[in-house]
């Protein structure tokens, strides 16, 4: 099956810093969903970007399919988004994820 | 309201019971899923319906039935219970299977 690589495993941050997460798949998709998971264990869409760029507030995301990335761009981060961001593959009728991100922001 | 709604949020039982999980979505969606969360957060695929249909059983133990009544739900019914079930269970749905997928709020099961 599909494999999808999320780097890095662990990231602590100062409130206030940037910093990008990245996804690498093996094949081809037909999509792919960044998810935020809080810590009250709620899985979060942020993003549904087979290709290109999107824009939500602070958070960004650009797909590269051809090249099979995508990044997530976190600006300004602040403690709220402290919690686990997943990035998750659409292949065959269903959703691979990747094992995560664990992203702690300290105030 | 609740888009993807599961009962119950948790469920604490002894080995060898029989339970099951609720799943109901209000989005209008032909597609859902099944989804296992282990103790190290990985999310795995266990099943996928597609308007009603089983379309995905990804090597899960016959133990584990899915049943979808109609296309707004998809329940999980888990025989005989093994320490190694305990995880959270996510339910899941999109409008086509390659459209976007939104979630439950999980259900934490704990096998004692």
């Known amino acids: 099956g599909i494999q999808v690589e999320q780097s890095p495993p662990d990231l602590i941050l100062q409130e206030g810093a940037n910093s990008t997460l990245r996804c690498n798949f093996s094949?081809?998709?037909?999509?792919l969903q960044w998810f935020h998971q809080n810590p009250w264990g709620q899985l979060i869409n942020l993003f549904y970007?087979?290709?290109g760029t999107k824009q939500n507030g602070r958070l960004s995301a650009t797909t590269v399919a051809t090249e099979r990335y995508s990044l997530l761009y976190i600006s300004s981060s602040q403690t709220t988004d402290s919690g686990v961001y997943f990035c998750a593959v659409l292949n065959d009728y269903k959703l691979s994820f990747g094992a995560g991100t664990t992203v702690t922001v300290r105030a | 309201d609740t888009a993807v709604s599961q009962t119950p949020k948790y469920l604490v039982t002894q080995m060898g019971n029989d339970k099951s999980i609720k799943c109901e979505q209000n989005l209008g969606h032909d597609t859902m899923y099944w989804y296992k969360q282990d103790s190290k957060k990985f999310l795995k695929i266990m099943f996928s319906?597609?308007?009603?249909?089983?379309?995905i059983n990804e090597t899960v133990p016959n133990r584990f039935s899915p049943k979808s009544p109609d296309k707004a739900h998809l329940n999980l019914h888990i025989n005989s219970l093994e320490l190694g079930d305990s995880a959270v269970y996510f339910c899941?749905?999109?409008?086509?299977?390659?459209?976007?997928?939104?979630f439950g709020q999980g259900t934490r099961l704990t096998v004692v």
């Open positions: 899941a749905s999109s409008q086509e299977w390659d459209r976007v997928a939104f």
């Open positions: 319906y597609n308007n009603k249909e089983l379309i």
């Open positions: 970007i087979p290709s």
């Open positions: 094949d081809s998709v037909n999509n």
